[in-house]
């Protein structure tokens, strides 16, 4: 298992997160990352939340141990890439 592709300026991605984005790719969705945020948060390092839905994707929130990033899913195929969010919150 290689690393994820990537596009986007920020190209680096943390370790909690590494597995969800491997597993976006697998579903054929591309990722482009967000610029990162230092903030405190209550939630666990991994934890990805649905934030909007996009005409060509969708945006999630995700939580590492530093911060967040938004991360938008580019895909058509919308349902499968939900589900696997729901799964892995």
Same mark, same amino acid.
């Given at each position: ?8 300026? +920020?190209?680096?991605?943390?370790? +909690? &997160? ?15 990352? =967000? ?5 405190? +948060? ?11 839905? &996009?005409?060509? =994707? ?15 899913? &580019? ?15």
């Amino acid at each position: 298992m290689g690393k994820p592709k990537k596009r986007g300026k +920020h190209s680096s991605i943390s370790k +909690h &997160l590494r597995k969800f984005a491997s597993k976006m790719e697998r579903l054929g969705a591309k990722i482009i990352l =967000g610029v990162p945020e230092s903030a405190r +948060h209550r939630y666990a390092p991994g934890t990805v939340r649905f934030s909007k839905d &996009l005409d060509g =994707g969708i945006e999630v929130k995700a939580y590492d141990g530093k911060g967040l990033r938004k991360i938008f899913i &580019l895909t058509k195929d919308k349902a499968s890439v939900l589900k696997a969010i729901g799964e892995s919150t």
